[in-house]
């Protein structure tokens, strides 16, 4: 047995209860960033199915050869322009909001 004293392991250290704040919002902004791109993406996408007709879509939005009867695909510039609608509604209400700073809660 040596005669030197064990050494004892380092106290932690306390961590903050609010110690996520800053992270989280910076997450909450890249969200509302990528809902935006997507929101705009979707609408346009939406708006080229309202006003092309199917045989002269691209193939990848779904173009139907030779089909003269199917003018509009109504469904899905529908469901284009109101999902974006929905994205650019949730990005604004992120990238708009401020953050709170006080104990209180009071908005800077």
């Not at 997507?38 to 346009?44: E, M, N, P, Q």
């Amino acid at each position: 047995m040596s005669s030197e004293p064990e050494a004892l392991p380092p106290e932690p250290v306390p961590v903050p209860a609010d110690s996520g704040g800053a992270s989280s919002w910076s997450g909450l902004r890249v969200l509302g960033f990528v809902l935006l791109a997507l929101g705009v993406i979707l609408v346009a996408i939406g708006a080229v199915y309202l006003a092309i007709h199917a045989n002269q879509l691209p193939s990848f939005l779904g173009k139907i050869p030779g089909k003269r009867g199917i003018s509009v695909r109504y469904k899905r510039g529908y469901a284009g322009l109101i999902g974006g609608a929905v994205c650019l509604a949730v990005s604004g209400f992120l990238l708009t909001r401020r953050r709170k700073t006080g104990a209180k809660g009071s908005a800077a």
